[in-house]
């Protein structure tokens, strides 16, 4: 999708979305916005749990991130845009792909998405990739795209999410030798 959008059309960015997301109303708008606004070349939204860009990750970070208990997403959305707006937190680091908007122009200079890694371990490289040129990468703390974290993987059968992380981080650790082994999966968040 990356390289097709490249020889195609002349949208100005790229959004990456698993299929397993609900969107929220002006996700996209609020992304942009973000981006316009804190000159990231890549940006993501507040999610659910089990990922990087959830609440409960975020936390440490961002002490003052509002707790939600069964509330649906655009419950959720609308009460961070009115906490948050367009104010952002940058990551030193690494994205999660589930929902990510890229600039066009940083998509050109840093290519594709490594083929060797699929399911996981994508977004950690590519965003590496970013950084060493240069670029920054941002979460909007007013957008909100709900995740249904691992349910493809889940629908693969056990085991299958386990032995791809495993390659991930493998290969990962290999391509990246000059980065620490701890730094090499996750992000690192600076206010």
Request: include cysteine.
């Amino acid at each position: 999708g990356l390289l097709r959008s490249l020889s195609t059309g002349d949208a100005s960015h790229v959004v990456l979305l698993n299929n397993d997301v609900v969107v929220t109303p002006q996700w996209l708008d609020r992304l942009l916005g973000v981006m316009e606004t804190d000159g990231y070349a890549a940006v993501g939204p507040l999610t659910s749990e089990d990922n990087p860009h959830s609440l409960a990750a975020l936390r440490p970070a961002v002490a003052d991130l509002p707790t939600f208990n069964g509330e649906p997403p655009e419950h959720r959305a609308g009460k961070l845009w009115a906490q948050y707006g367009y104010r952002s937190l940058q990551s030193e680091n690494m994205l999660s792909f589930f929902c990510c908007l890229l600039k066009k122009a940083a998509v050109r200079e840093v290519g594709q998405l490594d083929e060797q890694l699929f399911c996981y371990g994508e977004d950690n490289d590519y965003c590496k990739r970013l950084v060493r040129k240069g670029h920054k990468l941002g979460i909007a703390l007013g957008a909100y795209v709900h995740h249904d974290h691992r349910v493809t993987a889940a629908s693969m059968g056990d085991g299958w999410a386990t032995a791809q992380q495993q390659k991930a981080v493998e290969y990962l650790k290999d391509k990246w030798k000059d980065i620490p082994a701890e730094a090499v999966v996750g992000p690192t968040w600076a206010n």
